[in-house]
């Protein structure tokens, strides 16, 4: 009983990190010992990894969001400024030619 309760322990730390095989052979495990029930076991197993997929949807949105912020907060240049300053030079080097060619 304690080694299921360090299992499930385990569950709720961290369970975007666990593979879908891994909570399968735990579950089949847990069957296995008589502490679930076929059903009760594939219901623990999809309740899991919906559980692990939103997780890790929400890690990924946080992560997202704190690289944002940080880009935000910083004097880095954008890609449309580099883009329109890519443009600039480039009418300007024009400019320069058609002067020089007209002295």
């Given at each position: ?17 666990i ?11 847990l ?73």
């Amino acid at each position: 009983m304690i080694d299921t309760m360090k299992k499930l322990g385990l569950f709720g730390l961290g369970l975007y990190a666990i593979t879908e095989e891994k909570i399968d052979e735990i579950v089949k495990e847990l069957v296995e010992n008589g502490e679930f029930n076929k059903e009760e076991g594939k219901k623990f197993v999809e309740d899991l990894i919906e559980k692990r997929r939103q997780q890790q949807e929400d890690l990924e949105d946080k992560i997202s969001s704190k690289v944002q912020d940080v880009f935000g907060k910083s004097d880095l240049a954008t890609k449309e400024e580099v883009e329109s300053l890519h443009k600039k030079i480039e009418e300007l080097e024009e400019l320069l030619k058609e002067k020089n060619k007209e002295e």
